[in-house]
């Protein structure tokens, strides 16, 4: 397994579309009404912005934003498969990783929360809108179930784990992306106050130790 370099940002380069292509221009719009929409929201409620405020925010007209969403659910779904797509890229990161080692998940974690740190104000922005403005609340429940799956299944590859039975390493793999995405969120997106000197060195203890049969070597 290699350790490449995998980035969170949904770009038109990095989704491989070509600079200066349609497909790239799209890409970019779209993302100007995304950003747009943070912004707005952020300033007011999800049943106080309107589609004009998000158009006049992304610099664009209306009718282009109708013609890429149309509404505000829509917007905020998209907003969520953002945060889905970054978490996704986070998970990548540390699976590229040839080995996992205590001082290679401390750097993970570094990067992770740099990551979180870009998407903190949608994180809030969809905090603030609630489960029922996105609406489809069963939809809801499997694209965040497919999502873990996905995490799961990169980072429980057999290969990592000798020794420990497929089911155990599932929840370990699982247990390890709850605690990094349920700690960034309350202390970054949240803005939970920490007294101690460094978070990353609990939270790098409690992922190696959820990690220990994978790692190369063992914490403490």
């Known amino acids: 397994m290699r350790h490449d370099t995998v980035s969170y940002s949904g770009s038109p380069a990095q989704s491989g579309a070509r600079?200066?292509?349609?497909?790239?221009?799209?890409?970019?719009?779209?993302?100007?009404?995304?950003?747009?929409?943070?912004?707005?929201?952020?300033?007011?409620?999800?049943?106080?912005?309107?589609?004009?405020?998000?158009?006049?925010?992304?610099?664009?007209?209306?009718?282009?934003?109708?013609?890429?969403?149309?509404?505000?659910?829509?917007i905020l779904r998209a907003l969520v498969a953002r945060v889905y797509e970054v978490a996704d890229g986070v998970c990548a990161a540390l699976a590229a990783r040839e080995e996992w080692t205590g001082e290679g998940v401390r750097a993970w974690l570094h990067d992770a929360a740099a990551a979180w740190r870009e998407m903190a104000p949608v994180i809030r922005v969809l905090a603030a809108a609630g489960s029922t403005a996105v609406g489809d609340p069963g939809g809801a429940r499997d694209r965040s179930l497919a999502a873990h799956e996905r995490y799961v299944t990169l980072l429980a590859d057999p290969r990592r784990w000798p020794g420990t039975p497929p089911a155990e390493a599932r929840q370990r793999a699982l247990m390890a992306v709850l605690q990094m995405e349920s700690f960034l969120s309350i202390w970054i997106a949240?803005?939970?106050?920490?007294a101690t000197d460094d978070p990353f060195d609990l939270l790098t203890d409690a992922i190696c130790h959820l990690l220990a049969p994978a790692l190369r070597e063992r914490p403490g």
């Open 19 to 74: 600079p200066g292509s349609r497909e790239a221009r799209k890409r970019t719009t779209r993302d100007r009404i995304l950003d747009g929409a943070v912004a707005v929201l952020t300033e007011k409620s999800f049943v106080e912005a309107t589609m004009e405020d998000i158009a006049r925010a992304a610099k664009i007209t209306r009718a282009t934003v109708y013609a890429y969403f149309p509404g505000k659910v829509e």
């Open 190 to 194: 949240g803005g939970w106050s920490l």
